[in-house]
């Protein structure tokens, strides 16, 4: 089983797609010059992309559980790694409005230190009847995105085989449908709209900068400390998808950099940083290791210290934006620190 999970198909060229996407778009309609609209473009691409995989998703496991076998399973946790993927590009960039932000969280609990999403899933598994849609509205957010199908699908403790478990994967996969397509409708209208100059040039380097924070924090908080590591920390260790998930992670912030923040920084002379920061996107994603999954590296020395050097990579670039970018473009940015729990 450990061999099907890692063997999974992945989205290696879903930055690409987006990339294209967002400036095919530009090509297809004649409109006036939106107010950041490299970043904007590229969050309404990856919003319509998202809601089409979460579409896909819920299709998916309601018609399994017409039926549930084992022989299906598999599909199903590809139909899962699928619009994981596809939400790597939005995650981290809450900027927009509060609407997005309260989204997000529906969207992807994480970081779940407490165990929560599994404590309350098997709580409502003893439950006589399965919730439905309109009950799911007031339940915790711990129970109504991606985290909670991960359990349900990978999860030692779940069987979604099982009726019980598959009706309630199926009322989270509808319910993160409908979450998908309000988030992707919240970016139907440029929310940096009315921004002066120097707000948009705040608003291009703090998008990049925070989403950038919360993928540090995916290595962080795992690595814990020397000889202290926190694999359960990881995101989607249950899958053991995590490494998969952070190469979509910084290909994805790679192409919003050269969409948008890189252009700038040359606009105003500064060609060396620009490149500078360029080589560390791609010196990032090459260090990263070629396995799908952290649990085993963070158990060794050699393992711990390559994820480190993952970390180490992306925090130069971090320094990159705090120290030299922002002081040159006239802004100052700080980094979003998000917390579960």
Not at 63 to 81: H, I, K, M, N
Not at 88 to 94: A, E, F, R, S, T
Not at 195 to 217: E, I, T
């Amino acid at each position: 089983m450990v061999n099907q999970i890692q063997n999974m198909p992945k989205l290696a060229t879903l930055p690409a797609i987006l990339f294209a996407a967002s400036h095919l778009s530009g090509c297809q309609f004649v409109e006036d010059k939106q107010p950041n609209q490299p970043l904007w473009q590229n969050q309404k691409s990856a919003s319509s992309l998202f809601q089409n995989k979460t579409e896909a998703l819920a299709k998916q496991v309601e018609d399994f559980c017409r039926a549930p076998e084992q022989a299906g399973v598999d599909a199903l946790r590809t139909g899962w790694q699928q619009s994981m993927s596809a939400w790597m590009p939005l995650q981290g960039i809450d900027m927009g409005s509060e609407q997005l932000l309260s989204l997000s969280w529906q969207i992807q609990f994480y970081p779940d230190k407490k165990n929560t999403t599994g404590r309350k899933l098997r709580q409502l598994l003893k439950e006589e009847k399965i919730l439905t849609q309109g009950q799911m509205a007031s339940q915790s957010v711990a129970v109504q995105g991606l985290g909670a199908l991960e359990w349900l699908l990978f999860d030692k403790a779940s069987n979604i085989t099982d009726s019980k478990n598959c009706a309630l994967a199926s009322q989270i996969s509808t319910y993160l449908s409908s979450t998908a397509k309000q988030y992707h409708g919240a970016w139907a209208v440029n929310p940096f709209s009315g921004a002066n100059d120097k707000a948009q040039v705040k608003n291009s380097l703090s998008a990049l900068s925070h989403q950038l924070d919360r993928v540090m924090k995916k290595l962080s908080m795992p690595l814990g400390k020397p000889g202290l590591s926190k694999p359960f920390q990881a995101e989607a260790w249950r899958s053991a998808q995590s490494l998969n998930f952070l190469r979509d992670s910084v290909s994805s912030m790679k192409v919003l950099y050269d969409a948008d923040l890189r252009e700038l920084l040359v606009q105003r002379g500064a060609d060396d940083l620009a490149n500078r920061i360029d080589e560390h996107w791609d010196t990032a994603l090459e260090s990263i290791p070629q396995q799908p999954g952290m649990k085993s590296l963070l158990s060794s020395v050699d393992g711990y210290r390559s994820l480190l050097t993952v970390f180490n990579n992306l925090e130069y670039i971090q320094l990159a934006l705090s120290d030299e970018a922002a002081p040159l473009l006239g802004v100052v940015v700080g980094f979003n620190s998000t917390d579960g729990d």
